[in-house]
Every structure is written in structure tokens, then in C-alpha cells.
């Protein structure tokens, strides 16, 4: 019976694509989100309540007397809004304050790794000006990696083969932060893989890849992630059973025995060499944005069955079946973007409705979206759209996907051309 009624949390692209498969659930019968964008107001009821206004979340959810509510970004995680909707005993699918900090502190993140014996990079803790040139030598030979222990938006961490850069950059965060990481540097291909956990189980989504620079060929500022594509063939069948044995078993168990359950999806970031044996270079605490957009729609099962579940502790009483299908998402990213992002400015040629043909289905992912007075679409954010397709390959999802973001018109907009290529 569609009787449940939801709250999704957040405003971007990944709340779009939660929505979408929230609508479709034969369980929903009411679906809100806040803030949400202009494409999940065809969907859900927006309602304008920020992602980090916690009290007034914690109102709206105990209004509309919400049966789940689905955390979106980090931010409300960190400040605890799961703990609080524990209190009033409404279930929430994203992890209570105290583990989202495996986002909020790449330091901690890197502690529970030793405590659970999961592989990363080795690294220095940095306080003290006097340890910094003993600490770069140790690491050198290849580019150093300087992260700050602070949510920094993607403007954290520095990787630089230039030993007086990542000698500043120490020294700057040392002056702000109080005490700074520096890793050893992990070569390889990334990947991300997004595991959906509670106290009874997990379940690993099939695995991605992002593109996190600006421009093509991985040139150009870093961004939140500028397209993506799912399965990334760079996880192997075998590199899968690695991850699985050597990260995801162990984390789940440190985060089973930590007391109260991790309930929401880890995000974990790997790093692949030649030899096949990953490493974790990040944990987020919640569905990476692209790769939410083109990982769920791969699910066949029903995705409010599977996060109502994670939320509850009821996971492994589902079993939980893929499409045997490819998808891929590139981003309409507004002009400025990532620096200093152009915003409401008319756009022109989104559908609504997703498009089937031949086994494929291509869709739009509404990001930084909004309306103006006259009701026309326009762009509020960096990131304005995606445009995303599935498909039996993944030369077909990127060839439709291209071929729909062709359609769509906002002045001064870019986008990268080369979405997959190292798969392709
Ligand atoms: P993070 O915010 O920790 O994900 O780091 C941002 C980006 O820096 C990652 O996506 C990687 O491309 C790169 N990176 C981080 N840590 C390392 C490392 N130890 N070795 C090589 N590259 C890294
Ligand atoms: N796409 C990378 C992230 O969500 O962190």
C-alpha cells in the first residue's frame, strides 16, 4: 500500500535522483523534500526549509509525522540530526553525528582505518613547524598530499610535487586548523563505491567512477564532480572480493561493534594500483553526487524498501537485485563554475519525463535549479543539471547522455566531453 510518508533531505542532484526513485516505490504515498530544486518539485513537496536547519527540520518532519526521513549531504548528518530524529523515534537513513564524523575528520577517518586494519595511505599528523621538513622527506620520491582536518568543501587537500607548495600549504593549515595530515601518495585509479549498511548487514552497490576536475583530459580546478559512470570496469570481479574482504567487512564490523549502528550508505573512496590491492583514500557519510544519480537507478529492487530497511536494522532480510544495465551522468556545470558560478539565467530544453527507446532510458537530474517570478526555469547554482542515461553498454549510456545534454540550452554553460574515457 503507497502509504508512507517521506522526507528527503537536501537541495542538489542527489536529491533529485532519490526522489525519482522515491516516487516510483509502491510504498510511497507522500514525498517531501527540503529544500529540494525545481526538478523535485514536480516530484515532492518542496518546502524551504535549509539542509542545515536542523530545529526546523525536526519541526517539518514531526509535522508532516514522517515514517523516514533520507539525509541527503553530510552537514545535517554532522550536526547530529539523525541523533535527534532518533529521539523521536522517527527512522532516518543516514548515520547519527558521532560516525558521520568519519566525513567531518579526514584525521578520525584515518584512526578507525588503523583501529580496523583497513588499508590507506600511511601519513603524519602535523602541529609543530619543526617536524615539517623530517615529515616531506619521508614522503618524497612523489607528489605530496596535504589534507586539512576540516569540512573544507573539496578545497582541503593539496596534492603537489612541489616540495615549497605543500611546505606552505603545511604551514597555512598548521596556523588555521592547529594540526594538519600529511599522506603518503597512492598511485592508481579511483573509484567509488557506495555500501549501504545498518547493524544486520550491508549491501555494495556496484561500483563508479567520478570526474572531479573542471575540464577535460582531468585538467582544470577541482569540483564536486563534473559526470560520472556505473559499473567502473576498474573494479574487477576480483578487486570487488578484495574491497570487500579487506575494507568493507572490517568497517562494518568496527562500526557494528562501535554501539549504535552506522543506518545510511558509507561512501568509500578507493584508489587502485596495478597489483588489484585497494586503498581507502576517503569515507563519506552519504551518497557521492554524480555517482547517486547513475548508481540507484541500476537498482531493480525497491529503493524505499532498502533505505527504510537500513534504517531500521532490517537489511539482511532483503535480497537485493541490480539491472544488468550501464548508466552515465555529465554535468551541466553554469558559467564560472567552480570559482564563481553565474547564476539565474534561463534554461531552455529540459523534459520532465524521462526517455525510453530500445532498452535505454535517458533522464535529466535537476542540481542547482529554481524558478523565477514568471515560473521559467533558471539556474541557482555551480552545478545546474545532469544529464544521465542507462543503457545494455556503456558506450551506449554515454552516447545518450551526450546526445541529451546537446538539447539543453543555458548560456555561458560547459560541461566535459570525455566522461568514461578510461573505460571507454
Ligand atoms: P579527498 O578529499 O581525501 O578525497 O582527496 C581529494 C583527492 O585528492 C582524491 O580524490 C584524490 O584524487 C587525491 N588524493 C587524496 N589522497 C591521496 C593519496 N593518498 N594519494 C594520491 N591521491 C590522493
Ligand atoms: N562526487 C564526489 C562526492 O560526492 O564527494
Request: aromatic fraction near 6%; hydrophobic fraction near 40%; charged fraction near 20%.
Amino acid at each position: 500500500m503507497a502509504d508512507k510518508v517521506v522526507l528527503v533531505v537536501g537541495g542538489g542532484g542527489r536529491e533529485h535522483a532519490l526522489c525519482m526513485e522515491l516516487k516510483q516505490s509502491k510504498h510511497v504515498g507522500e514525498l517531501h523534500c527540503a529544500p529540494g530544486n525545481a526538478g523535485t518539485s514536480y516530484l515532492a513537496k518542496n518546502h524551504s526549509i535549509s539542509a542545515t536547519d536542523i530545529e526546523g527540520l525536526l519541526e517539518l518532519s514531526k509535522t508532516l509525522n514522517a515514517d523516514l526521513v533520507v539525509v541527503g549531504p553530510e552537514a545535517p548528518l554532522c550536526a547530529e540530526l539523525a541523533d535527534r530524529l532518533s529521539e523521536l523515534e522517527i527512522p532516518c537513513f543516514g548515520p547519527i553525528g558521532i560516525l558521520a564524523h568519519l566525513e567531518g575528520s579526514k584525521l578520525h577517518a584515518k584512526q578507525v582505518m588503523q583501529d580496523a586494519n583497513v588499508p590507506t595511505a600511511a601519513f603524519h599528523v602535523l602541529s609543530k613547524s619543526s617536524d615539517i621538513e623530517a615529515a616531506l622527506d619521508d614522503f618524497a620520491g612523489n607528489p605530496w598530499v596535504v589534507k586539512r582536518d576540516v569540512l573544507a568543501g573539496g578545497k582541503g587537500v593539496v596534492v603537489t610535487s612541489q616540495r615549497d607548495e605543500a611546505r606552505s600549504f603545511i604551514e597555512q593549515s598548521i596556523q588555521t586548523d592547529g594540526q594538519v595530515l600529511l599522506e603518503d601518495f597512492l598511485p592508481g585509479e579511483e573509484a567509488s563505491m557506495l555500501v549501504i549498511m545498518d547493524g544486520s548487514g550491508y549491501v555494495c552497490l556496484p561500483a563508479s567512477q567520478d570526474h572531479k576536475r573542471a575540464f577535460d583530459g582531468d585538467e582544470g580546478p577541482n569540483t564536486g564532480g563534473m559526470g560520472a559512470y556505473c559499473p567502473a570496469p576498474v573494479v574487477t570481479d576480483a578487486v570487488r572480493q578484495k574491497t570487500i574482504e579487506s575494507i568493507i567487512e572490517p568497517m562494518h564490523q568496527y562500526l557494528v561493534a562501535s554501539g549504535t549502528p552506522y543506518r545510511g550508505v558509507l561512501y568509500v573512496g578507493l584508489m587502485i594500483p596495478e597489483s588489484g590491492e585497494p586503498n581507502v583514500v576517503e569515507f563519506n557519510v552519504r551518497f557521492g553526487d554524480p555517482e547517486c544519480q547513475i548508481t540507484l537507478p541500476l537498482i531493480k529492487t525497491d529503493v524505499f524498501e532498502i533505505l527504510e530497511a537500513a534504517a531500521t536494522d532490517r537489511l539482511a532480510e532483503l535480497d537485493i537485485e541490480f539491472h544488468d544495465l550501464f548508466a552515465t551522468s555529465v554535468v551541466l556545470a553554469a558559467e564560472g563554475y567552480p570559482q564563481s558560478p553565474v547564476k539565474g539565467r534561463q534554461i531552455h530544453g529540459v523534459s520532465q519525463e524521462p526517455i525510453h527507446a530500445d532498452g535505454t532510458t535517458a533522464w535529466v537530474n535537476h542540481a542547482g535549479t529554481g524558478f523565477n517570478a514568471e515560473g521559467q526555469l533558471i539556474s541557482t547554482g555551480g552545478r545546474v543539471l545532469s544529464c544521465s542515461a542507462s543503457g545494455p553498454t556503456l558506450e551506449a549510456s554515454v552516447k545518450l547522455a551526450y546526445a541529451l545534454i546537446e538539447t539543453i540550452e543555458l548560456e555561458g554553460s560547459h560541461y566535459r566531453t570525455d566522461i568514461a574515457f578510461r573505460a571507454l
